[in-house]
């Protein structure tokens, strides 16, 4: 899931409702890239 908030029971939702990972929106480009490089290493 892809979301921009950090809230713990959106987040403990999201899990329950099956998904695989949580990540929220980073606010800024070195942020998205950072977040990017992560996403990429992890599931490619």
């Known amino acids: ?9 959106l987040i403990e939702q999201a899990y329950q ?3 695989s990972t949580f990540i929220v929106k980073p606010n ?3 942020g998205l ?3 990017w490089g992560a996403v990429t290493s992890k599931y490619l």
Do not use: K, N
């Not at 899931?1 to 029971?9: G, L, N, V």
């Open 33 to 35: 890239l950072e977040m």
């Open 1 to 9: 899931m892809y979301s921009t908030s950090e809230s713990p029971s």
């Open 28 to 30: 800024s480009f070195e």
């Open 17 to 19: 409702a099956g998904a």
